[in-house]
């Protein structure tokens, strides 16, 4: 990560890795109080990745809808192109957006044989395993979002058949961009179609790698704090 330049005095290791695991030390060291301050961030949170489930659910409704809409042109004899693309960049979003919800209602594949043999030992598994996950999830999300950025810089087009209105582009990059830029944006904004370049169907990657490294160490913290995962896998009788 030596080749991001320091943010704030500090190289971008340091406010990926040392101080998350910093703040998690400290709560371990100071529960009771890093429970009180805590506990209104995680509630919101918790909201976030419900949102994000949300989201996840709507593209699979969306695949659903590109399916019936590929029926109904396959009948009619009219094509519709750059639908397979379309619809794996909705499984994608899907997949990415779902990961943090997922992690949450404890959908994530766990190996608990060791983690039931006493408290100590699962505590004590279950932070190293976070601890690692966490990391993971940090780095992933790092070089998603570089990406999102090289792909931008080098103009990257898709290689499909898939095509979106110039507009749609243009509403994705303001995000990415100081607004006084938005008047001119717009207003060089035609109304053509274009072939999807590779940074739009990127976003939801990066997005949901995000929240899942967030969730990780958030989760972390709760088990610092609390002495026990908030992670449990719903029964199905």
């Known amino acids: 990560m030596s080749n991001w330049a320091p943010f704030i005095g500090l190289p971008l290791w340091a406010w990926l890795f040392v101080i998350p695991t910093a703040a998690v030390v400290l709560c371990g060291i100071f529960r009771s109080q890093a429970k009180t301050i805590l506990q209104p961030l995680w509630r919101l949170l918790d909201k976030v990745y419900f949102v994000g489930g949300i989201i996840s659910a709507l593209f699979l ?11 109904i042109t396959r009948w009619s004899g009219i094509a519709f ?6 619809a794996g ?3 994608a979003a899907a997949s990415f957006f779902a990961l943090a919800h997922a992690l949450t209602r404890g959908a994530h594949i766990r190996v608990s044989i060791l983690l039931n043999m006493n408290k100590f030992t699962s505590f004590w598994l279950d932070a190293v395993a976070m ?9 992933f999300a790092r070089f998603a979002i570089k990406t999102n950025f090289v792909s931008k810089m080098i103009g990257d087009r898709t290689q499909g058949q898939d095509m979106v209105p110039e507009w749609v582009i243009t509403f994705f990059g303001m995000f ?6 938005w008047p001119a944006m717009w207003s060089s904004t035609g109304g053509d179609w274009v072939y999807t370049p590779v940074w739009l169907p ?5 997005i949901g790698t995000i929240l899942l ?4 160490w958030d989760h972390l913290s709760r088990l610092v704090v609390n002495g026990e995962t908030e992670i449990k896998g719903e029964a199905v009788e």
Do not use: D, H, R
């Open 61 to 71: 409704i969306m695949i659903l809808l590109i399916i019936i809409v590929q029926m």
């Open 89 to 91: 960049y909705a499984m």
């Open 213 to 216: 490294a967030i969730a990780l």
């Open 176 to 181: 990415k961009t100081s607004p006084t830029n």
């Open 202 to 206: 990127q976003l939801p990657m990066s």
């Open 81 to 86: 192109q750059g639908s397979t693309e379309f």
């Open 131 to 139: 601890v690692i996950a966490a990391v993971t999830a940090t780095y």
